[in-house]
């Protein structure tokens, strides 16, 4: 591409959280410098502090700190730490940002990172990051993983600052990394444009005195339980009572607090409560079977994807107790520390219940210096000190060339935050697309160690993982076995495998020792796999020379409390992985050449929104649309829930499209095939035509289900939310008509056990319109819990300030509907009257929920893409990938993924086109080394491969013979284990290291 010289090709991100390191990720992967500003002395931001995550279970920690490590290493990542900006001039392309640096006293050149200056230092501190619950040192480290690994004093507590005495860390740091004389300093950068990712603050519930914080020791944040969680908290991952250190049995989540509330906390819903208190229900049980968990919430708010499966499981399989209900106070009863919880029960009558422990589930905030942070970038804030946006424009603050991302755009949770970062990845590209690859430096690694024939020096790293694996399977034993093991002549354990001074560590000892082979014994490699890879290559190595034996999933996890056991299956696990090891040879892989264009399938918003958002990139689009005409669902789509003109937008989206000149629109066809591999990919259609592409996204769409309850279809009175929106928009009521409404039709109950996420928004918005439009008229809605999360709960409120009535009803006690002279007669339970109560409307709307596009299902068997039990198409991986496939060049967007809101599935189709420039910006890509390799001398052409392949890489050649497409080959395998005459064998797979680990236990 051609480069204009007044685009800088660097960016720049203001916080180091999830978010932004997603962001930092994409960007310096696709040729764009990256300066990522931190105010803290490590990136994570909150996720380091969380245990684990859901629906998984995975370590948060485990899964954040690749990316930390790698964000850390990266040649065009520059991380600026204890650092803030404090001005910025310039238009978009070309931003000068002043940066003020605070002094770290520790020098992180010379800095090792070892942590014997933390050790020596008398000075005890209030640890922060471990909410209170223990002390930290004067010098430290924000966390054990922490990127930079390099200690930081707190001149605050510092006594040589404070008293001028001690300096007992100069005196112990044998690198003298030690520098008293360290001063602030104030740098600028020039970057074209900027992202805001600053995280979040948490609302601080020692506000409400009634509920104990602050005041009795067993009532605990819900971050301070998260840390009481982690293996690397302040109890090692033991549940305990941090007033007397004793197991509690019964525990008490309240929900709400700060949250929802215009009295005392905040008016807004923070989104994740609800599901993050599930999630500590269910790892409590499992830390420790004896604990009965009580949820008491006031509407559960389980509205992402597969979230309503996941609270059926915590009440299920794990017994958590969901109770609606408001406490109104908190008592510790005296002599025990034992707490008394009071509130009102469904039927209005007080109780006090008795609980050993209480865990405050705390909403978001924005972060604490939003509103100077808005005055700094000079934008504008909402009215809750969270960047503006708009409707359409879910990640451009009022400012042209800064972008926002995470929760300073509003309540949410990772996967949603990780998408925003792609989103605003992509949105930068967009921008900056002329200056790509203009400032960046290549990374130069080392020349490869031949091993030839030379005997394997195998070393073995066994990580503690905290005590996720050091609980339960024995460490040393698992060390001094390996040690024992043939070829091994390095073993030793490590405490977090995946942190960066670990990844230095395991550089060091194959330079050390001579290594030509390692293994890691830890977690999954799913996550850690290229991590380590990319460690023994950095020191040397082919980085196929490695092996991860997974000690955790397959061993420590599922075998909680059967140590001895644990131990021996751990010890097992690395005599295998090493006996496997042992016959690994290294692998050297091709590259292919990029295509760089892109295929969007389906030409609804968010096909619409990739396609130009990859347009603007610089890169051709081809959209393929099933119908005759652009827009999808969206075009039966009024106003939004604020309001805003979705029509018009629409109309303003397909004039974009059709005179985009990157863009190419295929309308009234349907994909007859794709050939080829990532990168490389060429479509034929329909009718005839073809094209070549080097990526793709799927956003097939979705369609709103049609009822066959509820007396539907037999009076025209009764109809669907869009329905009713659309007679809003072209007809006139009489102004005092009666409407209800009736939640959750079609979903939220077998076979459709998932919430659409739209339908409560729909009801709100209608319901608003019709009090607007005609004060006089009458709306009741029947709900089972209004899920009106984030940002949106502010119509939820004006919904009843306007008079809307809600009634709520239980799945096994839902409304009934009667039809008299064509009108509808709704009778159900009301819990708050205690008994049945009859509504006469003259209109009844049905919230009739989402189902994927009929179209999704062929699409998943055309690119061999995995669904859900839903029918919505799944991710490479909940949390870290959102919008990735495993199947590499291939994304997803919108309702394909899973129900979601307008500006939700633009933030989703956004993250899609930054994810997919990435792979675009690239001339080539390195084949994977994990394949199947054909050896044709042997093979009999049997076509056994050739038709059980899912990948089409087994192919007849000319010679009427078998050959072997090895850039399509995805190393599954099928063609190994089918093979009668052995011709395929998947390296690092071969049958000679499979028998090798069998025999190596037998």
């Known amino acids: 591409m051609s480069q204009n010289s007044n685009l800088s090709g660097s960016v720049m991100i203001v916080g180091g959280g999830i978010g932004g390191m997603q962001a930092a990720l994409?960007?310096?992967?696709?040729?764009?410098?990256?300066?990522?500003?931190?105010?803290?002395?490590?990136?994570?931001?909150?996720?380091?502090?969380l245990d684990k995550t859901f629906p998984t279970g995975d370590c948060s920690m485990c899964m954040i700190s690749p990316k930390m490590v790698e964000i850390g290493r990266h040649p065009n990542i520059e991380i600026h730490t204890l650092a803030e900006v404090t001005g910025i001039n310039g238009e978009p392309g070309r931003f000068k940002v002043m940066v003020k640096l605070q002094p770290r006293y520790v020098d992180p050149d010379k800095c090792t990172g070892c942590g014997v200056c933390e050790k020596k230092c008398p000075k005890l501190v209030t640890s922060e990051f471990e909410q209170g619950l223990t002390k930290r040192k004067a010098i430290y480290s924000l966390l054990a993983q922490a990127v930079p690994n390099t200690r930081v004093i707190d001149s605050d507590n510092c006594l040589f600052f404070q008293r001028g005495r001690c300096k007992a860390c100069e005196k112990f740091c044998t690198a003298g990394?030690?520098?008293?004389?360290?001063?602030?300093?104030?740098?600028?950068?020039?970057?074209?444009?900027?992202?805001?990712?600053?995280?979040?603050?948490?609302?601080?519930?020692?506000?409400?005195?009634?509920?104990?914080?602050?005041?009795?020791?067993?009532?605990?944040?819900?971050?301070?339980?998260?840390?009481?969680?982690?293996?690397?908290?302040?109890?090692?991952?033991e549940i305990l009572r941090p007033g007397d250190k004793r197991h509690p049995r019964k525990i008490a989540w309240i929900q709400c607090v700060g949250s929802r509330d215009t009295n005392h906390g905040n008016p807004w819903c923070s989104s994740v409560c609800c599901m993050y208190a599930t999630k500590q229900a269910i790892i409590a049980r499992e830390h420790d079977s004896s604990i009965e968990p009580t949820i008491f919430y006031m509407e559960l708010r389980a509205f992402g994807k597969d979230f309503d499966k996941y609270v059926?499981?915590?009440?299920?399989?794990?017994?958590?107790?969901?109770?609606?209900?408001?406490?109104s106070a908190v008592h510790e009863e005296a002599g025990t520390g034992n707490l008394i919880l009071r509130y009102a029960?469904?039927?209005?009558?007080?109780?006090?219940?008795?609980?050993?422990?209480?865990?405050?589930?705390?909403?978001?905030?924005?972060?604490?210096?939003?509103?100077?942070?808005?005055?700094?970038?000079?934008?504008?804030?909402?009215?809750?000190?969270?960047?503006?946006?708009?409707?359409?424009?879910?990640?451009?603050?009022?400012?042209?060339?800064?972008?926002?991302?995470?929760?300073?755009?509003?309540?949410?949770?990772?996967?949603?935050?990780?998408?925003?970062?792609?989103?605003?990845?992509?949105?930068?590209?967009?921008?900056?697309?002329?200056?790509?690859?203009?400032?960046?430096?290549?990374?130069?690694?080392?020349?490869?160690?031949?091993?030839?024939?030379?005997?394997?020096?195998?070393?073995v790293l066994v990580c503690h993982c905290g005590i996720n694996i050091a609980q339960t399977v024995n460490i040393e034993e698992v060390v001094e076995a390996a040690k024992g093991l043939p070829n091994v002549v390095y073993a030793a354990d490590l405490m977090y495998a995946c942190s960066q001074d670990s990844q230095q560590t395991i550089k060091d000892l194959v330079r050390e020792h001579n290594l030509n082979r390692v293994v890691v014994a830890s977690c999954t490699p799913r996550t850690h796999q290229p991590l380590f890879q990319e460690t023994i290559r950095d020191a040397g190595l082919n980085k196929y020379l490695f092996e991860l034996a997974d000690i955790r999933e397959q061993c420590a996890w599922c075998h909680m409390g059967q140590n001895k056991e644990a131990t021996a299956k751990a010890i097992d696990i690395v005599k295998m992985v090493v006996a496997k090891?042992?016959?690994?040879?290294?692998?050297?892989?091709?590259?292919?050449?990029?295509?760089?264009?892109?295929?969007?399938?389906?030409?609804?918003?968010?096909?619409?929104?990739?396609?130009?958002?990859?347009?603007?990139?610089?890169?051709?689009?081809?959209?393929?649309?099933?119908?005759?005409?652009?827009?999808?669902?969206?075009?039966?789509?009024?106003?939004?829930?604020?309001?805003?003109?979705?029509q018009a937008f629409l109309a303003k989206q397909?004039?974009?499209?059709?005179?985009?000149?990157?863009?190419?629109?295929?309308?009234?066809?349907?994909?007859?095939?794709?050939?080829?591999?990532?990168?490389?990919?060429?479509?034929?259609?329909?009718?005839?035509?073809?094209?070549?592409?080097?990526?793709?996204?799927?956003?097939?769409?979705?369609v709103e289900y049609e009822p066959t309850e509820y007396c539907y279809g037999q009076s025209d009175a009764i109809m669907?939310?869009?329905?009713?929106?659309?007679?809003?928009?072209?007809?006139?009521?009489?102004?005092?008509?009666?409407?209800?409404?009736i939640q959750c039709v079609g979903s939220r109950e077998e076979p459709f056990n998932y919430c659409s996420r739209i339908c409560c928004q729909d009801a709100i918005k209608n319901a608003i319109a019709i009090k607007e439009k005609y004060p006089n008229a009458s709306v009741t809605i029947f709900y089972r819990d209004i899920r009106t999360y984030g940002l949106r709960e502010d119509y939820y409120r004006k919904a009843r300030e306007l008079g809307v009535l809600f009634v709520r009803f239980e799945p096994d006690r839902k409304p009934e509907v009667t039809v008299t002279s064509g009108k509808p007669a709704i009778r159900a339970f009301d819990y708050i009257l205690g008994r049945d109560i009859i509504v006469r409307a003259d209109y009844l709307a049905l919230s009739t929920g989402l189902r994927p596009h009929p179209s999704t299902e062929d699409i998943g068997k055309l690119y061999k893409l995995t669904r859900n039990p839903d029918g919505y198409l799944l991710e490479a991986h909940v949390k870290l990938r959102p919008v990735d496939f495993p199947s590499e060049g291939i994304f997803v967007a919108g309702l394909a993924h899973a129900p979601k809101n307008l500006d939700e599935t633009i933030s989703q189709a956004l993250a899609a086109s930054g994810r997919a420039g990435v792979l675009l910006s690239r001339d080539r890509l390195d084949v994977s080394g994990i394949i199947a390799k054909h050896n044709r001398d042997i093979c009999m052409s049997c076509l056994a491969c050739f038709r059980v392949c899912p990948f089409d890489s087994p192919f007849i050649d000319e010679d009427g013979r078998i050959s072997h497409n090895e850039v399509k080959c995805m190393g599954c395998g099928i063609c190994a284990g089918i093979c009668p005459a052995k011709a395929f064998q998947v390296n690092n797979f071969r049958d000679d290291q499979i028998i090798a680990m069998i025999d190596a236990i037998t």
């Open 26 to 49: 994409d960007l310096a992967d696709s040729g764009f410098k990256v300066h990522m500003v931190q105010k803290d002395s490590s990136l994570g931001g909150t996720m380091v502090m």
């Open 654 to 702: 397909i004039e974009k499209i059709l005179n985009h000149p990157r863009i190419t629109v295929h309308t009234g066809v349907e994909i007859k095939s794709t050939d080829g591999f990532v990168g490389n990919f060429n479509t034929t259609l329909s009718d005839g035509s073809s094209f070549a592409h080097g990526a793709i996204i799927v956003a097939t769409g979705g």
């Open 345 to 459: 029960d469904t039927d209005g009558t007080l109780v006090d219940e008795m609980f050993d422990m209480v865990v405050l589930s705390v909403g978001l905030e924005p972060h604490r210096d939003a509103i100077e942070l808005a005055k700094t970038f000079a934008i504008e804030p909402n009215r809750y000190g969270f960047a503006k946006t708009g409707a359409f424009t879910p990640v451009d603050t009022t400012r042209p060339g800064i972008f926002v991302t995470g929760t300073y755009q509003g309540p949410k949770d990772i996967p949603e935050t990780v998408t925003q970062g792609s989103a605003v990845a992509g949105k930068a590209m967009a921008l900056l697309g002329e200056a790509r690859g203009s400032e960046i430096v290549k990374k130069e690694l080392p020349p490869e160690t031949d091993v030839g024939d030379a005997e394997a020096r195998i070393g």
């Open 177 to 237: 990394a030690i520098n008293f004389e360290d001063t602030g300093k104030e740098i600028e950068i020039t970057v074209g444009s900027v992202i805001l990712s600053p995280g979040l603050a948490r609302y601080d519930a020692t506000r409400h005195q009634e509920l104990g914080l602050g005041r009795w020791p067993n009532v605990v944040s819900s971050i301070q339980f998260e840390r009481i969680l982690s293996a690397s908290g302040p109890f090692s991952g």
């Open 720 to 741: 669907t939310q869009r329905q009713l929106e659309r007679l809003l928009e072209t007809e006139t009521f009489e102004p005092a008509a009666s409407f209800a409404m």
């Open 581 to 646: 090891v042992k016959r690994f040879e290294p692998v050297h892989t091709d590259s292919v050449p990029v295509t760089h264009g892109a295929m969007v399938i389906g030409g609804g918003v968010a096909g619409m929104t990739a396609a130009l958002a990859l347009g603007d990139q610089g890169y051709d689009v081809h959209i393929v649309e099933k119908t005759d005409t652009l827009g999808g669902l969206a075009k039966n789509v009024y106003r939004t829930l604020d309001g805003s003109d979705v």
């Open 312 to 327: 059926d499981r915590a009440k299920n399989q794990y017994g958590v107790r969901y109770h609606r209900a408001m406490v």
